[in-house]
């Protein structure tokens, strides 16, 4: 089965080698290449945590797309937003290698709907490619999850019908508002990274956590359409290969070809 991660990280940062080991892999493409052959992953999307400057963000175009990531890069050193900043994000979007833009409003303590992101929504809909927006639970207790609850997804997306929007993992944990948002937005799908972290014991997983478990499976079916549903891992923080069957264990086996390929393909016209 064709499987595309429509989420994962290649960070920079001294301890990524070290988060990888932690899950049995390293931080390397090449590391990454061999993994995706042996697990049929054809291709991922990179959600960028480097610069603004497109030579940042360097790829193996056979392997890789990526979403210039407006985190700590949408402000500068003093606090303010940075000159030039819907430029900066275009020069990105005209690159074929850029298959969307990724938000952080979290870790930005900025609420979607705040108009310095106005320019980024209309450049996303005129090349056509999506907003992802992380939602949910933060990695840093300085973050602030009230910016980043699938409900400041929904004003955005309501307010924007013309532009693509990606709720990224699935807003864990306020599961049933991530259903709502998508139940309601024809324009937003999700993704399904970043649900486990480091290496699991799948059976004892299911058994010990059977009543999240049961919420997720829930939720995702209370939404009601598998075609708005994305594969992602999330990756370096999991195992790749007990990622792809814990999302097997989720999604009803007649909709994985959908989940796992099609629609992260379709989304961010991977051409895959």
């Keep these: 089965m064709k499987i595309i991660d429509a989420h994962l990280h290649l960070f920079q940062d001294p301890d990524a080698e070290k988060m990888a080991q932690g899950t049995g892999h390293h931080n390397s493409v090449e590391h990454l290449r061999q993994a995706y052959g042996e697990l049929e992953i054809v291709h991922g999307v990179i959600m960028g945590n480097r610069s603004l400057n497109p030579e940042d963000h360097r790829y193996p175009p056979d392997l890789f ?36 833009v990724k938000l952080y409003p979290g870790y930005n303590k900025i609420w979607l709907s705040d108009p310095l992101y106005e320019p980024v929504y209309e450049l996303a809909a005129r090349y056509e490619k999506p907003v992802a927006v992380h939602m949910g639970l933060t990695s840093f207790p300085q973050a602030h999850l009230k ?20 709720l990224c993992h699935f807003g864990n944990p306020f599961l049933e508002s991530a259903a709502a948002v998508l139940a309601k937005n024809p324009n937003v799908s999700a993704d ?6 480091g290496r699991v014991n799948l059976a004892r997983y299911l058994t010990e956590q059977a009543g999240y478990v049961s919420l997720l499976r829930t939720w995702l079916m209370a939404s009601g359409d598998w075609s708005r549903f994305l594969f992602g891992t999330d990756w370096p923080i999991v195992n790749l290969g007990e990622y792809v069957e814990f999302i097997k264990n989720l999604v009803p086996e007649r909709h994985w070809a959908a989940v796992f390929h099609e629609n992260a393909n379709r989304v961010y016209h991977l051409g895959q």
């Design 65 to 100: 797309h990526y979403c210039i990531g407006l985190d700590s890069s949408l402000m500068n050193s003093g606090g303010a937003m940075v000159p030039d900043l819907a430029e900066k994000v275009e020069a990105n979007l005209r690159r074929e290698t850029c298959c969307g």
């Design 147 to 166: 910016y980043c609850h699938p409900l400041a997804l929904d004003e955005v997306a309501a307010d924007h019908p013309g532009t693509q929007f990606v």
């Design 192 to 197: 399904l990274s970043g649900f486990l972290e």
